[in-house]
Every structure is written in C-alpha cells, then in structure tokens.
C-alpha cells in the first residue's frame, strides 16, 4: 500500500491526515536520537558530563535535518509520506548536515564551557563577558536556524550555507525573531513541565519553524 498522504480533502481528511504526519515524523525524531536520549535520561544533569552530551548530540544533526525537511516539504506541498520522506531527507542531508553540525556542537561547546568559568569567579568583568557570551550564544542560535533550514532544503556549499544564513538573519529580522520566539515560548514551556515534553512536541515546533521560514527558502529559491 502505498503510503502517501493527500492534504486539502475535507478539514476532517486534512487535520487527522497532518496528526499522522506529526505522530509518525515525531517518532522517527527520537527513534533516531537514540543516543542522546539514553544519555539524557541516565545521566545527572550535570556540567561534568558536557562532553559525554556533545558526543552524544552528533546522530542528531541528521535527524534534525530529516524533520526539517519533512516539515517543509509539508508545509511547501501540504502532502507528506512520513516514512519515506523522513528517511530520504535523512539519508539525502546526513553529509552535508554534518559538516555544518561539528562546528555548531563545537562553538556551542565553547561557549557554554567559558561561560560556566566566567560564573565560577563573579568579578564585575567576569559579569560583563558572561553577558557578552550569552549574547554571542543567541546570536549563534539564530545563525544555526537559519542554515540547517537552507541545508535542509538546498544543495549549497558550507560556506555559501553560512553566509546565506548570516544574510538572512538580518535581512528577515521578523523571521529570525519568529525563530527565536518559538524558541523561548518551547523553553518556558519546559520549564514550568518537563523537558520531557520536547520528545513529544518535536514535530510540531519543527512544523512552526519550516512555517515561520517558507519565505526566506522561497527567496533563496527565487534568487540562487
């Protein structure tokens, strides 16, 4: 039987059509991030176990890169085989989500790991650089949006990938603050829940970030 799910035949037809869609999407997601997830959940959460974190989040940067396509395509076609689409977007990507994902678990690494130091001395200057690390963070953050969605979605050279996704961040200031507020709106919603809740919600924050970026990769389209 083939699986392949039409979108647009009736509101009934459509909204439990897109629930398996996320459902199934949602699964593969953490079906894929095993690795990490079994870290996550059997080490304490602890500074000491950053690097064991960090190798553990590698497998992701495919997985990532697979749900992003999939919401895309969902979101450019409004039709999607769960199975075939995710798996394809994940062996499609895996190379080149790769080679953009190290340096991004990397650069994390290295400011999270200098600003856990700079907050063991609060000296007023130890303050003032932790602010300036938090704001380098964030910035990296809506960089790294930006690229894993174009990498997603284009064949592009690494550093073409990095200055698109420079170029748009502040091109499309309303996307990039879209972005970023998904963001926050998931991380305060962990909060006051559990972080748990990500396994569960992972398909439908992706759904809301493909959405929120359909006019920047339909620019890239148009242009490049």
């Known amino acids: 039987m083939e699986e392949k799910n039409q979108f647009g035949q009736g509101i009934l037809y459509t ?20 690795l990490f997830i079994f870290f996550f959940m059997t080490l304490e959460p602890s500074f ?12 992701t940067g495919p997985a990532v890169a697979a749900l992003y396509y999939s919401m895309e395509k969902l979101v ?6 769960p199975t075939h689409d995710f798996f394809y977007g994940f062996k499609k990507n895996v190379k080149d989500i790769l080679s953009i994902w190290f340096p991004i678990l990397l650069v994390y690494f290295i400011l999270i790991v200098d600003l856990q ?18 704001v380098l963070i964030v910035l990296w953050t809506m960089l790294i949006l930006n690229a894993v969605a174009i990498s997603a979605r284009f064949k ?17 200031v309303k996307n990039t603050v879209g972005n970023m507020l998904i963001l926050f709106i998931l991380a305060f919603i962990t909060t006051i829940t559990t972080d748990f809740l990500i ?13 929120n970026t359909k006019e920047m990769l339909s620019d890239i389209e148009m242009n490049f």
């Open 117 to 134: 130091y700079l907050r063991q001395t609060p000296t007023e200057l130890n303050q003032i650089l932790s602010i300036v690390i938090f």
């Open 156 to 172: 592009f050279r690494i550093r073409d990938i990095w200055k698109l996704s420079v170029y748009y961040s502040f091109m499309k």
């Open 15 to 34: 909204f439990t059509n897109y629930v398996y869609a996320f459902l199934l999407t949602n699964l593969y997601f953490v079906l894929t991030n095993g």
């Open 199 to 211: 396994l569960f919600v992972s398909s439908i924050v992706f759904f809301l970030l493909a959405l």
């Open 76 to 81: 450019r076609t409004k039709e999607l085989s």
């Open 48 to 59: 000491s176990n950053i690097l064991l974190y960090f190798l553990a989040l590698i497998p």
